[in-house]
């Protein structure tokens, strides 16, 4: 089954204030981890990435932290626009066996309020 | 610098037909990765391959599933038979050699079996 999953479905905030959207993984070997922004009819686009060997990354107006006590991972997202409107996965990456596949959440869907 | 193309865009088939999607890495991208998702979910890991070789073929249905990466032409998921159970968005990704866990996605295949 999953070992990625999220703590909200849906997520709803006011232009201009900050999100933070949540994640949770089950898997402990979990070395790499994404975060994909989806908009209607398109494929995830590319958002951060961050390393276990880190707990915190920023980007242009983004920051991932990384909790591996409780394995936990979050996105937060500064002055958030209506652009920001989509669906937001975290993947992890364990890369057993050689493999480099991404183990995908069911996803938050972030609505901006003008 | 093209990013992932996939085609067609949408793809419509009869039960009992078969449906092939078509993807073409990144320049430069020497793997490919094939993801379903299903409305309002996640994305499904389904195979990993690199040219002529399937690295990772364990989301893969047993059966009316396969997947090719040949030494020239794009990667091909082919669905014999299809059945209604098989509509799905069906993306595709590519990673460079140096980032092999960090996945660059296509604008995916709509499959729908009437």
């Known amino acids: 089954g999953e070992s990625v999953g999220l703590h909200l479905p849906t997520l709803s905030v006011q232009e201009g204030d900050n999100s933070i959207i949540n994640c949770a993984y089950s898997?402990?070997?979990?070395?790499?981890f994404i975060w994909y922004k989806q908009e209607s009819g398109k494929g995830p686009q590319f958002i951060i990435d961050?390393?276990?060997?880190?707990d915190k990354r920023q980007g242009q107006r983004v920051t991932v932290l990384l909790n591996k006590t409780v394995k936990h991972l979050s996105l937060q997202i500064a002055a958030t626009q209506p652009g920001d409107s989509a669906v937001y996965f975290c993947?992890?990456?364990?890369?057993?066996?050689?493999?480099?596949?991404?183990?995908f959440g069911k996803g938050t869907k972030l609505t901006v309020n003008p | 610098n093209a990013g992932v193309m996939q085609n067609p865009r949408h793809l419509v088939r009869r039960r009992g037909q078969e449906a092939r999607l078509r993807c073409s890495p990144m320049?430069?991208?020497?793997?490919v990765y094939w993801y379903r998702q299903l409305p309002e979910e996640g994305l499904k890991f389904m195979v990993y391959?690199?040219?002529?070789?399937?690295?990772?073929e364990s989301g893969m249905p047993k059966e009316r599933f396969s997947a090719e990466f040949p030494k020239e032409g794009p990667s091909i998921l082919r669905i014999q038979q299809v059945v209604r159970g098989d509509s799905a968005a069906y993306f595709c990704?590519?990673?460079?050699?140096?980032?092999?866990?960090?996945?660059?996605f296509g604008s995916g295949t709509q499959l729908s079996v009437l």
């Open positions: 993947a992890e990456n364990s890369g057993q066996g050689g493999s480099e596949k991404l183990v």
């Open positions: 320049k430069g991208h020497s793997h």
């Open positions: 961050i390393r276990s060997n880190m």
């Open positions: 898997n402990s070997a979990s070395d790499y």
């Open positions: 391959l690199q040219k002529e070789n399937i690295i990772d």
């Open positions: 990704a590519s990673s460079p050699p140096a980032a092999r866990e960090k996945l660059f």
